[in-house]
């Protein structure tokens, strides 16, 4: 059975940093892309970033919002998803979750991020 632990979110001022983790328990496959997602309560769910699966290649996609800030990557031996967030802003405050077959697949139960002004 497929599950997704997210760890690392926090609070931290405007131009602050934080990686995000996500530990992956099962087996996943090449179809399977890793992604991170963000929704703030009363909002949609945004894309923010994804990449091919464990072992696998492909491209590497970035929303506009997050792009030259933020950096997804993989451990592959150790199944872990990460997310490096730099110059961070108040905007990116939201509820921050990793997926891995995008809107139909498995999702985990999300971290917290915190950005203040």
């Known amino acids: 059975q497929m599950q997704?632990?997210?760890?690392?979110?926090?609070?931290?001022?405007t131009g602050g940093s934080l990686k995000l983790s996500?530990?992956?328990?099962?087996?996943t496959t090449c179809t399977d892309r890793l992604g991170w997602?963000?929704?703030?309560?009363?909002?949609?769910?945004e894309f923010v970033a994804a990449l091919p699966g464990?072992?696998?290649?492909?491209?590497?996609v970035y929303a506009d919002s997050v792009r030259d800030r933020f950096t997804i990557s993989r451990a592959h031996a150790e199944n872990i998803l990460y997310l490096?967030?730099?110059h961070l802003k108040p905007a990116?405050?939201?509820?921050?979750?990793?997926?891995?077959?995008?809107?139909?697949?498995y999702w985990?139960?999300?971290?917290q991020v915190?950005?203040?002004s």
């Open 22 to 27: 996500c530990a992956v328990t099962g087996r």
């Open 4 to 13: 997704l632990v997210e760890n690392g979110g926090g609070s931290v001022q």
């Open 37 to 45: 997602y963000r929704q703030a309560p009363g909002k949609e769910r």
């Open 108 to 111: 985990g139960r999300g971290t």
């Open 92 to 105: 990116d405050t939201d509820i921050y979750y990793c997926s891995i077959g995008g809107e139909s697949g």
């Open 54 to 60: 464990f072992w696998c290649s492909g491209a590497t």
């Open 114 to 116: 915190t950005v203040s």
């Open 84 to 86: 490096q967030m730099t």
